[in-house]
């Protein structure tokens, strides 16, 4: 049987928004539990009849959340990373991104695949050895430390998204520009980062987040409590033979998305919505 | 980015009147960008960078797996024992298991997510309304700090506390509130929704970009030839979004086989080995066992696997051609 | 608040510091570090309450020795042994540390605890803390570790419900499985017993064992278990759950959270912990008769329980400063260091002399810890044990309550298991 066109496009129309509400209730429904689960005291979330909407909805634990320990402190450090390792990967991932997608060398397959043996084998063994490598460079306790660590774990990625997006850009329109009595360096940054710049919005999302959620590292190599990080303070809030405060983690869950939305609303207008709905349209 | 020819043009001389003339008073940059010194010039910050982390860990680790070394036994040094250790894990029940459990657990860890990843660019590219909000609404998941997620999806599907139970049992789909997390046949499952939560942010965020940049030209084209839609979405769009495909998966199964995060926060493992896979294996013989020799050795086992397949698949994904 | 003051005091010394540097001549720094030493301190007290007790040590500690300042670090009990071998290895281990008497014969193996023994001879403290407190932290005769607080096993029961029942609390292990099986009422969701079976579950495994009449190691610590002895002491705890239906059915990951979960709504009458959790259970289920404690059961041969001392001992001190990290870690044997513990925590002295106190023989709820405490010991600890106990016997205790194998089988894989971490 043959669909009308009119027919089909309702079809897929229907499908679409289909795919969209089950794919936003998937989403969304574990973030909205923890957004009510934050306005619970504890007494209402451990009930032997479950409560869903809050009997006595509370801000409580925000306030305790933030008055508590050092989260100030800790959200500080953790912003300050995760702002040196995007800003590092990119300047540092662009540049190694771009010599494999331009040029064509003996074992460039060997480095690209060399480039992911750091995430590859197992963070297990990588502890100790680490733990040493920054010890002796002096960089446990530094933000700039912790940074390094996670770059150097993140470039990996970066560089092989990178890579994808620059390859999509033709050639021929950095030759243009060359023509035009650009070098090299000036088409790189007059031309390919422009084009690629919803390549490279996604890659700084994604380092973003990465670095903004680590935990192990951050625990690893820091030895006072001034230089840990929001998911340490958070993981700390869990603790094995102690009553799950389940309204000051969800509280936590939430403040700690809070600034990437935040982010993307600020951002909506240029990076993301180049990111989000393709690179030159109209 | 493969950009339409028509928006070339108007994109390029619009960068150019926005691109301040300084960026080219790096002179010396730009002398050098023509020399040939350019690539590898590009090239070192990262190799230094990398090379800096990378080559004691993974030295010192092969180096461990041929050594005997247990931190609870000082006394007996660290004798150089060949490839007994891996003969070892050949006799090792555990070990096997673990393996399977890996494969198991990494396969569908990546396919899931990816297969509703995929399906959500999809739906997102043809622009309906409100999906401007869906699009960012759906990364949600991916921002949420691990232990938060963890141990609010345990909660979800806690066996007293846990919504999903209730809203199940309230359905009348289950007739009491069932223990996911501790039963062996629904314990992986139950992780392999968590993690296809936590995943599908990445791949749609990803596949989107990709698809964004496929000419909508070429479906036209393909429509005026008289392609159907599942021929279109064979000949043009897989194709094109293949190396987006490639890295998404490539990154996403490395990330998936060498995390135990899942498992230590619900699991622990099990219940019995269930949930025990690989790269839980090694942290606990490390740090539970202190046996860092064997871990060695299994570290290095699964490096072999991800390498294999890393270039198996990039092969066959045809990525590495050129 | 107390947090504040502290940190002003430090932001005060360090500024009075910088400033007797600068003006300071050549070489007087080094003096002055050791004048004002910096004494590193991981420890594991997460949930509020507890760092509020830590806190006014602190504070009381800072007023005592003016001169000594403490770099606290919370370190997440889960991963602390990583964390901790990381820097023993590392070479960057903290000057001082708390440690579980489980963990201290793999930290010392792995070289991360010093012998203290010299200093704890040479002090008054061994009057005040009584001789078995030691032996948690005692190696070889040599002493690694002093005593704080203790975690004394019990058992929570749901005293109304016992009352109801016209039930005592059980004091055997036969008593036990009759006072579960009494209680159980599963179609209303009521279980007689929060069974641990998710992690942390080992320990009870390997204490049910014990009390059965198998040891797990000898005094030469070579491999003791007995097999015969083991199998019954693990058929029982686990008929429990297969064969009575007296425990939730999700065993098999019920730790602490759950199992504390379970009880506070209900779910459960009977629930074994030690008295570390008190002061939450009081605050979740109040003092109103909803709960008690307990002695825990008898096993054949002895009581399932066991007191343990939570230590402190000396890891790494940097130079000099191994007097002011003993100045600290000897100030929690203290009397008024557990007063003070005991009330902001409800945390067990073990200090005889603080046991003997009013505040803990005038509480009813401190009886089972009182009885406890002149019963029983540490719990069983030799190096590689949690190892063993965590990947030997919790998956096979867990297979066992799945009805994957046998309690046979089980023990045969302990048995091997532990042969392996014995000597392996």
């Given at each position: 049987m043959q669909l009308s066109f009119r027919a089909t496009q309702r079809l897929y129309r229907a499908l679409t928004?289909?795919?969209?509400?089950?794919?936003?209730?998937?989403?969304?429904?574990?973030?909205?539990?923890?957004?009510?689960?934050?306005?619970?005291?504890n007494s209402d979330v451990i009930t032997a009849e479950m409560q869903y909407l809050p009997h006595n909805p509370t801000l409580e634990n925000y306030f305790e959340l933030w008055s508590r320990k050092s989260f100030v402190t800790l959200f500080g450090n953790s912003v300050v990373i995760t702002v040196l390792t995007v800003s590092l990967c990119l300047l540092v991932g662009t540049s190694a991104a771009y010599a494999f997608s331009r040029y064509r060398f003996t074992g460039r397959n060997a480095a690209l695949v060399g480039f992911l043996l750091i995430r590859m084998f197992p963070m297990v063994l990588m502890l100790i050895p680490l733990f040493i490598i920054m010890r002796n460079l002096g960089l446990l306790n530094t933000r700039i430390g912790l940074a390094l660590a996670y770059t150097t774990f993140l470039l990996p990625i970066a560089t092989w998204m990178l890579k994808g997006f620059f390859d999509a850009i033709p050639p021929d329109l950095e030759d243009a520009a060359r023509i035009d009595g650009a070098t090299r360096a000036g088409a790189i940054v007059r031309v390919v980062l422009p084009l690629a710049a919803p390549g490279v919005a996604a890659t700084a999302v994604l380092t973003a987040i990465a670095a903004w959620n680590e935990f192990l590292f951050a625990l690893m190599f820091t030895t006072n409590e001034a230089s840990q990080t929001w998911p340490v303070g958070l993981h700390l809030l869990v603790g094995e033979e102690f009553n799950l405060p389940w309204g000051l983690l969800s509280a936590g869950g939430i403040i700690s998305i809070l600034p990437i939305i935040v982010f993307f609303v600020l951002a909506q207008k240029s990076l993301v919505r180049g990111l989000m709905q393709g690179a030159v349209k109209g | 980015m493969a950009v339409a020819p028509a928006d070339r043009r108007s994109g390029l001389s619009l960068l150019r009147s926005h691109w301040p003339a300084w960026l080219d008073l790096f002179g010396w940059v730009g002398r050098i960008s023509e020399t040939r010194y350019w690539a590898w010039l590009m090239l070192l910050p990262g190799f230094l960078l990398i090379s800096v982390v990378i080559f004691y860990p993974v030295i010192s680790g092969i180096w461990l797996s041929l050594h005997e070394y247990n931190l609870l036994r000082p006394a007996r040094g660290q004798p150089?024992?060949?490839?007994?250790?891996?003969?070892?894990?050949?006799?090792?029940?555990?070990?096997?298991?673990?393996?399977?459990?890996?494969?198991?657990?990494?396969?569908?860890?990546?396919?899931?997510?990816?297969?509703?990843?995929?399906?959500?660019?999809?739906?997102?590219?043809?622009?309906?309304?409100?999906?401007?909000?869906?699009?960012?609404?759906?990364?949600?998941?991916?921002?949420?700090?691990?232990?938060?997620?963890?141990?609010?999806?345990?909660?979800?599907?806690?066996?007293?506390l846990g919504v999903i139970n209730d809203i199940l049992v309230k359905l009348g789909l289950l007739e009491s509130y069932w223990p996911w997390f501790a039963r062996t046949e629904t314990a992986m499952p139950a992780i392999l929704l968590v993690g296809l939560w936590r995943g599908f942010p990445f791949f749609a965020l990803l596949l989107l970009a990709g698809l964004q940049s496929i000419s909508q030209e070429m479906y036209e084209a393909a429509a005026v030839d008289g392609a159907n839609a599942l021929s279109r979405f064979r000949h043009i769009t897989v194709p094109l979004l293949l190396p987006v495909i490639v890295v998404a998966i490539t990154l996403r199964t490395i990330a998936v086989v060498n995390s135990p995060d899942l498992m230590i926060i619900l699991t622990g493992g099990g219940p019995g080995l269930a949930t025990h896979v690989l790269s839980f294996y090694a942290f606990q013989t490390a740090y539970a066992t202190f046996d860092f020799g064997y871990a060695a050795a299994l570290s290095v086992v699964m490096l072999g696997i991800l390498i294999f397949f890393t270039l198996i698949y990039l092969r066959v994904a045809g990525v590495d051609r050129d | 608040?107390?947090?504040?003051?502290?940190?002003?005091?430090?932001?005060?010394?360090?500024?009075?510091?910088?400033?007797?540097?600068?003006?300071?001549?050549?070489?007087?720094?080094?003096?002055?570090?050791?004048?004002?030493?910096?004494?590193?301190?991981?420890?594991?007290?997460?949930?509020?309450?507890?760092?509020?007790?830590?806190?006014?040590v602190l504070e009381n500690f800072h007023q005592a020795n003016p001169d000594i300042t403490i770099n606290p670090l919370t370190v997440p009990n889960s991963e602390f042994m990583t964390k901790f071998t990381t820097s023993v290895v590392g070479n960057a281990a903290p000057d001082t540390t708390m440690a579980a008497p489980q963990r201290i014969p793999d930290m010392v193996a792995i070289g991360g605890l010093q012998d203290i023994s010299g200093r704890v001879g040479e002090s008054d403290l061994m009057d005040k803390i009584p001789a078995d407190r030691w032996d948690g932290a005692t190696i070889d005769g040599a002493i690694y570790g002093v005593p704080s607080f203790m975690f004394v096993d019990w058992m929570y029961y749901r005293a109304d419900w016992f009352e109801e029942a016209g039930l005592d609390p059980p004091t055997t292990w036969e008593a036990f499985t009759e006072a579960a099986i009494a209680m159980t009422d599963a179609d209303n969701g009521r279980y007689g017993f929060g069974m641990?079976?998710?992690?942390?579950?080992?320990?009870?495994?390997?204490?049910?064992?014990?009390?059965?009449?198998?040891?797990?190691?000898?005094?030469?610590?070579?491999?003791?278990?007995?097999?015969?002895?083991?199998?019954e002491a693990l058929r029982w705890y686990t008929d429990l759950h297969t064969v009575h239906g007296a425990v939730p059915p999700s065993v098999a990951n019920d730790s602490f959270r759950q199992l504390m979960e379970a009880f506070q709504t209900g779910q459960t009458a009977m629930l074994w912990h030690h008295t570390g959790s008190l002061a939450e259970m009081r605050t979740v289920l109040g003092d109103e008769g909803a709960f008690s404690t307990a002695v825990r059961p008898h096993g054949p041969e002895r009581q399932i329980a066991s007191a343990t001392p939570s230590y402190n001992g000396i890891s790494m001190p940097g130079d000099g400063e191994?007097?002011?990290?003993?100045?600290?870690?000897?100030?929690?044997?203290?009397?008024?260091?557990?007063?003070?513990?005991?009330?902001?925590?409800?945390?067990?002295?073990?200090?005889?002399?603080?046991?003997?106190?009013?505040?803990?023989?005038?509480?009813?709820?401190?009886?089972?810890?009182?009885?406890?405490?002149?019963?029983?010991?540490?719990?069983?600890?030799?190096p590689g044990g949690p190892g063993w106990e965590r990947n030997v016997v919790l998956p096979n205790f867990q297979r066992v309550l799945l009805g994957e194998i046998t309690a046979e089988d089980a023990i045969e894989l302990m048995m091997e298991g532990l042969e392996e971490a014995v000597s392996g």
């Open positions: 928004a289909a795919v969209l509400v089950f794919a936003g209730i998937f989403a969304l429904f574990p973030l909205v539990w923890t957004g009510l689960t934050s306005l619970k005291q | 150089f024992v060949g490839l007994q250790q891996f003969i070892d894990l050949l006799d090792d029940e555990k070990f096997w298991l673990s393996l399977r459990n890996t494969a198991y657990f990494g396969v569908f860890n990546v396919v899931n997510p990816f297969l509703l990843g995929l399906v959500i660019a999809l739906a997102l590219k043809r622009a309906v309304r409100g999906a401007g909000l869906v699009r960012t609404l759906i990364l949600m998941p991916w921002f949420m700090p691990s232990v938060v997620a963890g141990h609010m999806w345990a909660l979800l599907l806690d066996s007293r | 608040m107390s947090k504040l003051t502290r940190r002003d005091f430090l932001k005060g010394s360090a500024a009075a510091g910088a400033a007797l540097t600068g003006n300071a001549l050549p070489g007087a720094a080094r003096l002055l570090a050791q004048d004002n030493p910096t004494v590193d301190y991981w420890h594991g007290f997460i949930a509020e309450f507890v760092h509020a007790g830590f806190e006014v641990r079976g998710g992690n942390g579950g080992q320990g009870f495994v390997v204490k049910v064992i014990e009390s059965f009449g198998s040891p797990i190691i000898d005094d030469m610590g070579q491999p003791a278990m007995d097999f015969d002895k083991a199998v191994e007097d002011a990290s003993w100045e600290w870690i000897s100030y929690w044997a203290d009397i008024n260091t557990q007063v003070d513990f005991l009330e902001l925590t409800g945390y067990f002295p073990s200090s005889a002399l603080v046991a003997e106190d009013e505040r803990v023989q005038s509480n009813p709820l401190y009886a089972a810890a009182v009885a406890t405490v002149d019963e029983v010991g540490p719990p069983t600890r030799f």
